[in-house]
């Protein structure tokens, strides 16, 4: 999606304050497209094709009656339209039930919606479920075939739409489009508490996993406020958890501290894994035992392949190699079934450069594979590991100029994706 165009047409929509009726222009438009006609056929008999025009583009409230005639001409039954009231609790509705993964909440939605025949809608509920359920090519289908659209539609529908395709960027590992994204949403005015709240947790999210530190984001008192004010417990959590992750780069002894705080009967299943995984990672740093760290480790391998899984098998492999304890080649068999286009080859990359001995190779690796990947997912933290290694290589082989070589790329690299923050 292409943000700057976004934003300007975004801006010039805002500064006219074009009113916000609910639907109509969109709904009239795209009927009569399918139809194949003009708006002075559909307007013929009922309106003028000037006042009908003002219709299709919000700038006027259209009679009841008018309406209904040219709805009743393009097969429209404008009997079943929503009121504002129930539009602002579906919206509300839609991004809550993103915020909880609630799958079964939206498919009974995109049943609700389906008698409004609707497509703008249709594709609103679709995309919020492609969403939850991680199907990335479908929700980036839905939001390619809105992109245009977003500048023409009631304020509210567009900044629900930018905030499900920036979710959608953030499960594809885009975080510099998450955050131009969630900024851009931040233009429209008035939106509701969810809205917002959907906006400042993958925000906080999206920035941390930029690189950027603790201390600059405020957005993570934001995000907290927000969910606490709008009673989510399981993603304030959640945000937590997250926080302790990337403390333990900055602080392990805070970051220790902030995870016994939280017990393991408050954790739903959803965050479960991470729970156990920063455990494991917390005892790996300070202890390196296996018997105290593969019980963490263990309940994360019974959730074959969900998030942090593939985490955790590095941080297994890495035991391994301390203590003597653990089979790297059963390990490499479950990393050789992942593709490169799979959120996993991030996990990957960090298991074969824990693994390969080959020095040569493992350089090669890194440069054809490795570097694109990583700066095109901009995952900062993968990044840093393969230029450390590429370093690490160079010096070794006494070529300290190929090392500098290394840490000006990936500092160019770094300071690209931090730009949009």
């Keep these: 999606m292409d943000t700057k165009k976004l934003r300007k047409k975004l801006i010039k929509k805002i500064d006219e304050r074009r009113a916000d009726y609910p639907f109509y222009g969109e709904m009239l438009r795209r009927a009569r497209n399918e139809k194949g006609l003009t708006q002075e056929e559909v307007s013929r008999g009922i309106l003028c094709d000037t006042y009908y025009s003002k219709i299709e583009n919000n700038k006027i409230e259209p009679k009841e009656y008018f309406i209904a005639e040219v709805g009743e001409r393009l097969g429209l039954d404008f009997t079943k339209l929503f009121n504002r009231t129930r539009q602002a609790h579906l919206f509300e509705d839609i991004t809550r039930a993103v915020l909880y993964g609630d799958h079964d909440h939206l498919a009974k939605q995109q049943i609700a919606v389906r008698p409004f025949n609707h497509p703008l809608l249709d594709d609103l509920v679709a995309l919020a479920l492609a969403v939850v359920e991680g199907n990335i090519s479908s929700a980036t289908e839905i939001v390619k075939r809105n992109e245009s659209l977003i500048p023409s539609m009631p304020e509210d529908v567009g900044a629900l739409m930018i905030i499900l395709a920036a979710v959608n960027a953030f499960n594809k590992h885009q975080f510099n489009v998450t955050v131009s994204l969630l900024n851009t949403s931040a233009l429209i005015p008035e939106l509701s508490g969810a809205h917002r709240t959907l906006e400042h947790y993958y925000l906080f999210l999206a920035k941390q996993q930029l690189g950027l530190k603790l201390s600059s984001l405020p957005n993570f008192l934001e995000a907290s406020s927000l969910l606490t004010r709008h009673h989510h417990p399981d993603k304030l959590l959640e945000l937590r958890l997250q926080k302790v992750y990337f403390m333990i780069h900055e602080n392990i002894h805070d970051a220790q501290k902030e995870l016994t705080q939280i017990h393991v009967h408050d954790v739903p299943k959803a965050v479960h894994n991470l729970y156990h995984y920063l455990h494991a990672r917390l005892l790996f740093l300070h202890q390196e035992k296996a018997d105290v760290i593969m019980p963490h480790l263990d309940v994360i391998k019974k959730s074959?392949?969900?998030?942090?899984?593939?985490?955790?098998?590095?941080?297994?492999?890495?035991?391994?190699?301390?203590?003597?304890?653990?089979?790297?080649?059963?390990?490499?068999?479950?990393?050789?079934?992942?593709?490169?286009?799979?959120?996993?080859?991030?996990?990957?990359?960090?298991?074969?450069?824990?693994?390969?001995?080959?020095?040569?190779?493992?350089?090669?690796?890194?440069?054809?594979?490795?570097?694109?990947?990583?700066?095109?997912?901009?995952?900062?933290?993968?990044?840093?590991?393969?230029?450390?290694?590429?370093?690490?290589?160079?010096?070794?082989?006494?070529?300290?100029?190929e090392g500098l070589a290394y840490k000006r790329k990936y500092e160019k690299l770094l300071k690209r994706l931090q730009s949009v923050s």
């Design 304 to 401: 074959w392949g969900e998030t942090w899984y593939y985490k955790s098998l590095v941080l297994r492999c890495q035991l391994a190699k301390k203590t003597g304890k653990g089979d790297i080649d059963e390990l490499r068999k479950v990393f050789d079934t992942v593709s490169q286009r799979e959120a996993a080859i991030l996990e990957k990359i960090h298991f074969i450069i824990e693994t390969t001995e080959d020095q040569s190779a493992l350089k090669t690796y890194l440069n054809d594979v490795a570097v694109p990947i990583t700066s095109e997912r901009q995952h900062t933290e993968l990044m840093r590991i393969v230029f450390e290694k590429l370093v690490d290589i160079a010096n070794a082989n006494n070529r300290y100029k």
